[in-house]
């Protein structure tokens, strides 16, 4: 059974702060790895995507993986209320019949003003 | 145009009857995803479309439930004899090929009374 884990939170970060949010795997054949905003009542919004070992900048937003810890986290840096939704990780791994994205359950973020 | 469409947005329906969601995906995307989410949930894998063959069903959670995709563009999820349980978004998704960047639509709003 491939999983993707997160912690649920709710994470709460202050206003400025940056948020860390963390995302393991259990599928080392995964390849793609994805963060997705969502927000209350929405449907998911692509915001970052990695597919090599390291860091990608993108913004204010940094993702980062390290296939050999099967870990992936996202940093957002001067956290804005505006940040405040639920988080998703996805992994992908392709080859055969897989292509599918396997979805964490998400971790809550609240910046407080 | 420019995302992906899902219809009806909203549907509410009778316990044991048929429904029919459409995905409309994003013009010349070959993959095809159906996620389904209930309320406070993360997302549920149900079905992936590559072109109009479905590699990879493992997701679907009964037989009462299917998918098929016409001329590599849009698909339909039929759930037949519907149930309370079945209560939830059902979310669409597509990329230009597996593994690759997927956007998702806004989803369809199921509830069974």
């Known amino acids: 059974q491939k999983e993707v884990e997160q912690n649920s939170g709710p994470l709460s970060v202050p206003e400025g702060a940056i948020a860390s949010l963390n995302c393991t795997y259990s599928?080392?054949?995964?390849?793609?790895f994805f963060w997705y905003r969502q927000y209350s009542g929405k449907s998911p919004e692509l915001i970052m995507f990695?597919?090599?070992?390291g860091d990608k900048e993108d913004g204010r937003f940094t993702a980062q993986l390290n296939k050999a810890s099967q870990y992936v986290s996202l940093l957002i840096r001067d956290s804005q209320p505006s940040d405040s939704a639920t988080y998703l990780c996805?992994?992908?791994?392709?080859?055969?019949?897989?292509?599918?994205?396997?979805f964490g359950k998400g971790t809550k973020l609240s910046v407080k003003p | 145009g420019a995302g992906v469409s899902q219809s009806p947005s909203n549907k509410v329906t009778e316990k044991g009857k048929d429904v029919e969601l459409r995905c409309d995906p994003i013009?010349?995307?070959?993959?095809l995803y159906w996620y389904r989410q209930r309320l406070g949930q993360g997302l549920e894998f149900l079905i992936y479309?590559?072109?109009?063959?479905?590699?990879?069903k493992s997701g679907l959670p009964s037989d009462r439930f299917s998918a098929e995709r016409t001329g590599e563009s849009v698909s339909t999820l039929t759930i037949q004899r519907t149930q309370q349980e079945d209560s939830a978004v059902y979310l669409c998704?597509?990329?230009?090929?597996?593994?690759?960047?997927?956007?998702f639509g806004n989803g369809t709003r199921l509830t069974v009374t």
């Open positions: 479309f590559q072109g109009n063959s479905a590699p990879d």
């Open positions: 990695i597919y090599s070992n």
């Open positions: 998704a597509s990329s230009m090929d597996r593994g690759k960047l997927v956007h």
């Open positions: 996805a992994v992908s791994a392709w080859g055969g019949s897989q292509g599918n994205l396997i």
């Open positions: 599928d080392r054949g995964s390849q793609s």
């Open positions: 013009s010349g995307h070959t993959a």
